[in-house]
């Protein structure tokens, strides 16, 4: 049986095209000084310490006021983007990646 060209290829920039360096740690620190400058304290752990950063962060909304909650998720939200896009400005795209992506945009595959 012989499987189907596909049409498109969707990649995971960090650590599937590049290698970049991204502080979880700094992340979460971020994250939750918005959280506390809107209010929120954390009653217990609860494992709310071991929670990746988004889940922390729909945590934290669910447990704030529905107004501030939304703040607090748009503060969470940029301050992410602006880690990302910092991070990404560093990275480096490893050996292969432009040769795989020539590869598939010369056989007409859509790349995102």
């Keep these: 049986m012989r499987l189907a060209q596909p049409r498109a290829l969707v990649f995971d920039f960090d650590g599937t095209l590049a290698h970049g360096e991204l502080d979880f740690g700094l992340m979460r620190r971020k994250v939750l000084a918005e959280a506390h400058a809107l209010g929120f304290?954390?009653?217990?752990?609860?494992?709310?310490?071991?929670?990746?950063?988004?889940?922390l962060v729909e945590h934290v909304r669910d447990g704030l006021e529905e107004k501030k909650g939304e703040l607090f998720q748009k503060r969470?939200?940029?301050?992410?983007?602006?880690?990302?896009?910092e991070a990404a400005t560093r990275a480096q795209l490893f050996p292969f990646t432009r040769n795989c992506l020539g590869i598939a945009r010369d056989k007409g595959i859509k790349i995102a």
């Design 76 to 85: 969470a939200q940029q301050a992410i983007l602006e880690m990302e896009h």
């Design 41 to 55: 304290e954390a009653a217990g752990d609860n494992g709310f310490s071991s929670l990746p950063v988004l889940e």
